[in-house]
Structure formats: structure tokens, C-alpha cells
């Protein structure tokens, strides 16, 4: 069951936001019906005919909501979620003021009606629907004014600044959410289309520059190579890579050659870090072009200085680029 759970919504899924609003959805949908069809059979809360008639039409927008979201799929979620909430907000509310002015003000009962408008605002804001979360914060705070001024009740005016304050900050968090996941699905595309890039450019699977990156930055350069990893690299890939390495071995051969020539009272070590300190990198980015520590660069590149006859305060790179 939970692979075909799985399955299903990797199928599905148009976004990661979409994603969690199916959840939320085919989650919240049959739980509306089955709650509020048990208080239409009598099973909890009041039996007067505005609240049976509220729950009845609960029931109605959630099964509703779920036909058309089976037969326009995920891909229209989004609209059917919102008017979804929205619609179910509203008889919510309508049941609040319906009761309030029936002269029903038993605390626990508006307490569990004004409860349930605030999962709705919840709901809206954990959907990433900030809007519709924001318009459900504004008819409940409306909402809960009207059961004030329509019975002079303190508890309602507690209720607006409890729940008011809530839904508030819920519906901040919605927005907050919203902007973060749009953010970082936005780094997620920009990433996906570098990838995309380099494998175009490479002509290269993704597991064939996943094992290329590992050999590349294989630590240990005495030992033989993963013999798995060079499998999953065909001839094609081979043979570029083979020819890329040919020709950066050449050039380096070249700048050797012409460093030799320039300093000829130079080690080949010493030559090797000169060709690095000329093309600007660092003395950690030479250690690592080199594969050795920081401070036997530094021995290097100091002894370098002796050979030029450099004084403390003369650029090394600035006296090898004027001698080319």
C-alpha cells in the first residue's frame, strides 16, 4: 500500500507544492465528509436545522471538490484547494453567526466552531495558498466582530483576540513558507539546468559524471583507479577525456619548457609552482592544483625568491609576468 501510495504521487506531482497540497487534500477532504455527514445522522452536536443545513452543505463542497479534482487531476489543484477552503470557511462562518444569534453561546460549542475556522486558515497557509489564508483570517476576524456586536458577549471579544492573534501569525508563516520554497525551488531549476549543461556539453549520462567526479577528485593518486567506475564510462567518454588530458599535459609540457628556458636555475618543483603563481592562484589553490601541504608551497615559493633575487616587499607574480 505504501509503495503504490508512492508510486501514485511521484506520478502525479507537478511541484513539490503540489505534492504536499495532495496530501493535505486527499487527506482533509474525506475527513470533512465523514465528520460532518456523522452530524447530519445525529451522531454528535446540535440537531437545529441551520447547523444540519451547514454540515450538509460541508458535505457537499468536499465530495464535490473531490470529483473534480479526480476528473481535472492534480494538475488544477491548486484552484479546486482554494475554493475548496474558501467555500468551507464561509458556511463555517455562517454557522458561527447563525448560532450566535440564536442566542447559543454555550462556550465549548463556539470555542469548536471558531476552532475549526481557524484549521481552515492552518490548512490554507501549510498548502502554500498564503492568499487564501489571509482572505479565511479576514472573515473570521469579520466573523467574530458581527457575533460581538450581535450579542454583547464578552467571550466573543476574548475569542477575536485569541484566535484573531493566531490566525494572523499563521497566515505571516504561510507567506514566509511561500517565499523560502520559492526561492529554493528556484535554486533547485538553476541547478538542474547546469547539470543539464554540462551533460549536453559532455555528451555524458548522469552516472557516467557522477564516476568521472570521483575519479577526478580521488584522494589517493598512488592506487589503480575504481575499476567499477571506469566500467561506467563508455569508449566515447573515454576517448574525450583521454584527449583532454593529452592536450592539458601539453601545454603544461609547453609553460615547463618556457620556464625552464626564462629560469633555468630552477628545480622542476619550483618551475611547477612559478606556472601556477603566474595564472593567480593561491597559495591554497596551488597546494591543491599540486597535491601537497601549504607550507611546502610556501618553502617553494620563498626559496623562488632567493633564486630572482627578490626583495620581502617584490610581487612574485608581478616579476615573473615581467619576465616572460
Do not use: W
Not at 3 to 15: K, Q, S
Not at 155 to 165: A, N, P, T
Not at 175 to 185: I, M, S
Not at 256 to 268: A, G, I, S, V, Y
Amino acid at each position: 500500500m505504501n509503495n503504490r501510495l508512492h508510486t501514485y504521487f511521484d506520478r502525479t506531482m507537478v511541484g513539490r507544492r503540489n505534492y504536499f497540497r495532495q496530501l493535505i487534500f486527499l487527506t482533509f477532504a474525506p475527513i470533512s465528509i465523514i465528520l460532518f455527514s456523522l452530524h447530519l445522522f445525529g451522531s454528535y452536536g446540535l440537531t437545529i436545522k441551520p447547523a444540519l443545513a451547514c454540515s450538509a452543505f460541508y458535505v457537499l463542497v468536499s465530495a464535490v471538490s473531490l470529483i473534480v479534482y479526480i476528473v481535472k487531476g492534480p494538475k488544477k489543484l491548486k484552484y479546486i484547494m482554494s475554493a475548496f477552503l474558501l467555500s468551507l470557511i464561509i458556511i463555517q462562518n455562517v454557522r458561527l453567526l447563525l448560532l450566535a444569534s440564536m442566542g447559543l453561546h454555550d462556550p465549548m460549542l463556539t470555542t469548536v466552531n471558531i476552532t475549526v475556522c481557524y484549521i481552515l486558515v492552518l490548512i490554507g497557509s501549510i498548502s502554500i495558498l498564503p492568499r487564501i489564508s489571509l482572505v479565511c483570517t479576514c472573515i473570521n476576524i469579520i466573523s467574530m466582530f458581527l457575533c460581538y456586536c450581535i450579542t454583547d458577549n464578552s467571550m466573543y471579544s476574548q475569542l477575536l483576540v485569541i484566535f484573531g492573534f493566531t490566525s494572523v501569525s499563521t497566515t505571516v508563516f504561510g507567506f514566509v513558507a511561500n517565499k523560502l520554497l520559492h526561492e529554493q525551488q528556484m535554486e533547485l531549476d538553476d541547478y538542474a539546468n547546469t547539470i543539464d549543461q554540462v551533460l549536453h556539453v559532455f555528451d555524458m549520462s548522469n552516472n557516467e559524471l557522477l564516476a568521472l567526479l570521483k575519479l577526478a577528485k580521488s584522494q589517493d593518486t598512488t592506487t589503480v583507479y575504481d575499476k567499477e567506475l571506469m566500467a561506467q564510462l563508455d569508449k566515447k567518454t573515454l576517448h574525450n577525456i583521454i584527449k583532454v588530458a593529452n592536450q592539458i599535459e601539453h601545454m603544461q609540457a609547453c609553460q615547463r619548457k618556457d620556464m625552464h628556458e626564462r629560469f633555468p636555475m630552477l628545480t622542476p618543483a619550483e618551475l611547477d609552482v612559478c606556472r601556477l603563481v603566474e595564472q593567480g592562484l593561491t597559495l591554497r589553490e596551488i597546494a591543491n592544483a599540486l597535491d601537497k601541504s601549504v607550507s611546502n608551497v610556501s618553502t617553494v615559493r620563498g626559496n623562488i625568491r632567493k633564486k630572482l633575487g627578490l626583495a620581502q616587499d617584490d610581487d612574485l607574480r608581478g616579476a615573473l609576468l615581467d619576465n616572460k
